[in-house]
């Protein structure tokens, strides 16, 4: 999910590195792109205990982001590069990472305000109420 707004509490996250190469097919003349994720996390607040309809609204929303970079990576693959046969290293690279950046673009829209304004009611407001109790208790 997304870094949670000034004076908010995040409630969970997955974060995830990516890394793009681009190296001189063997077979044949070209270019092979490829992107891989490296240390996916996946983290929800403590403060939502195991078992809780609260801790599980907070996990579908972070599997939806999962879900996200799977489809980004699917869409990856199928990308068209626009310069056959002039094509360098550097060129793929950079249009690859701006392809990409286009991609992630679905998860910032995913972490709408309407999305995270649902986190008030889910469960019967269980949500605000857990986490008053954490600061209240800790």
């Known amino acids: ?69 799977r489809e980004m990576a699917r869409r990856f693959r199928e990308l068209v590069y626009p310069f056959p046969g002039s094509a360098t290293a550097e060129g793929v690279l950079r249009y690859a990472r701006q392809q990409l950046a286009q991609l992630q673009e679905a998860q910032r829209q995913f972490d709408s305000r309407e999305e995270y304004a649902g986190n008030l009611t889910a469960c019967r407001g269980e949500i605000p109420r857990l986490l008053a109790a954490a600061r209240k208790g800790g």
């Not at 908010?8 to 792109?33: F, H, Q, W, Y």
């Open 1 to 69: 999910g997304a870094p949670a707004a000034a004076g908010t509490t995040a409630l969970g996250v997955v974060s995830v590195d990516n890394e793009i190469s681009v190296k001189p097919e063997t077979a044949c003349r070209g270019l092979v792109v490829s992107m891989r994720f490296v240390h996916p996390v996946l983290r929800v607040i403590r403060d939502l205990p195991a078992g809780t309809c609260a801790q599980a609204h907070v996990l579908r929303h972070e599997y939806t982001h999962v879900h996200i970079y």
